[in-house]
């Protein structure tokens, strides 16, 4: 069983949300090792956006959105969203090779807006979900989330269950 709440794709930086506790607890000793722990973690904010990560094979649906974001502001989020999805692949992959057949894995998941484009993290996930092998997904609306910003979009929180 893997129970887990990943980063949401949302503009929030959460290596310096978490810093103190890297920090901490030795995962990191000064602002040199955050930059490398910002850099491998999946990209969820413009600070963690970089040239040389890894856009690779996305989706249509990915590709769509970013563009249309992209063309909607000269901000880096069309990036962010771009290897949000590459990571969360990677992430979504590494899941199931390490589940036993029967397995189940349960991620709480947000969506988001970028400059009036919504993304639709638990319908894409789902998607990498069935791709990656899982024999059976289920998606359910748990909750209207919060924003800590100024927003006009209603965001809202999703569970997607996978079974192996």
């Not at 602002?31 to 249509?60: N, V, W």
């Not at 249309?68 to 990677?90: D, L």
């Amino acid at each position: 069983l893997v129970v887990t709440s990943p980063p949401y794709c949302n503009n929030v930086d959460f290596i310096r949300h978490c810093q103190i506790e890297l920090l901490w607890l030795g995962l990191a000793v000064d602002g040199d090792d955050l930059g490398k722990l910002r850099h491998g973690a999946i990209t969820s904010c413009e600070a963690m956006a970089h040239a040389d990560k890894d856009e690779g094979d996305l989706p249509r649906l990915v590709k769509i959105i970013a563009n249309k974001i992209q063309h909607r502001s000269n901000r880096r989020y069309h990036q962010v969203v771009r290897q949000y999805f590459v990571g969360m692949a990677a992430n979504i992959d590494s899941t199931y090779k390490v589940l036993q057949r029967g397995g189940k894995a349960i991620y709480v998941i947000g969506d988001s807006w970028f400059r009036g484009v919504h993304v639709p993290t638990h319908r894409i996930l789902n998607d990498f979900a069935l791709k990656s092998g899982f024999r059976k997904t289920k998606v359910q609306w748990l909750r209207r989330r919060l924003n800590g910003r100024p927003h006009k979009h209603p965001l809202s929180e999703y569970v997607i269950e996978m079974m192996k």
